[in-house]
């Protein structure tokens, strides 16, 4: 167990809806990544929040946006769902330093009808 | 812009038998990852490596850097089947703030 939480588990929307995920990270981890990973692929990276700011950007359109709270707590948000956007979703959290070891949590797999 | 390439996609071997996974990148980079994700699981963190001829092991696992070739391996020895699973490597650029992972290997060891 790596102490991230996400959710829920699964997710199904159709095209052109918004949906919220969640990510709760370990107690002092003052960082969290988004990630997409589509079925037989390695993740993608989306954004990275530091400090409740964005701290790094994958390429990924403004429709994904993200917040992070004080509280280690994070969103991601996905406005205007297309078909492709459906993917398992890893938050993973990290508290810099030597490693910058990434701690993932299980994932929401998103399902876009 | 970074990019990592991971050979094999797909290894199938026997049980007993040693193999080796690469994991090649294209720009320098600070930090280098491998992960395991077994089917529908989430990423578990196997290997980080920091500096240029690092090695580490884990049972049945070794992993090494070679930052002048931006080459890393994964080296099974004596595979098991419990180690059936989708190994990636990535590859951390601090200053942009992002991991870049490979495309994965997966590794079917059969008995």
């Known amino acids: 167990e790596t102490g991230v939480t996400q959710s829920p588990t699964h997710l199904i929307k159709t095209r052109g809806q918004q949906v919220t995920l969640r990510c709760s990270s370990q107690s002092g981890h003052n960082t969290v990544s988004w990630y997409q990973q589509a079925l037989g692929q390695g993740p993608q990276f989306i954004f990275q929040y530091y400090r409740e700011e964005e701290n790094g950007r994958g390429n990924f359109p403004p429709r994904f946006s993200g917040l992070q709270f004080p509280n280690y707590s994070s969103e991601l948000n996905v406005n205007a769902l297309e078909l492709d956007d459906s993917a398992l979703y890893l938050c993973?959290?990290?508290?810099?330093?030597?490693?910058?070891?990434?701690?993932f949590g299980p994932g929401t797999r998103l399902t876009v009808l | 812009e970074l990019k990592v390439e991971q050979n094999p996609l797909f290894l199938s071997m026997q049980e007993g038998k040693n193999y080796t996974i690469y994991c090649n990148y294209s720009?320098?980079?600070?930090?280098l990852y491998w992960y395991r994700q077994d089917p529908g699981k989430s990423l578990e963190s196997l290997f980080v490596l920091l500096s240029n001829g690092a090695v580490k092991q884990e049972g049945r696992l070794m992993a090494s850097l070679d930052t002048k070739a931006r080459l890393s391996t994964l080296h099974i020895t004596a595979a098991v089947h419990d180690l059936s699973a989708t190994y990636f490597c990535?590859?951390?650029?601090?200053?942009?703030?992002?991991?870049?992972f490979g495309d994965g290997t997966t590794l079917t060891v059969k008995p």
């Open positions: 993973a959290s990290t508290l810099l330093g030597p490693t910058d070891t990434q701690y």
């Open positions: 990535a590859v951390l650029s601090t200053n942009a703030g992002k991991s870049t």
């Open positions: 720009t320098t980079s600070d930090r």
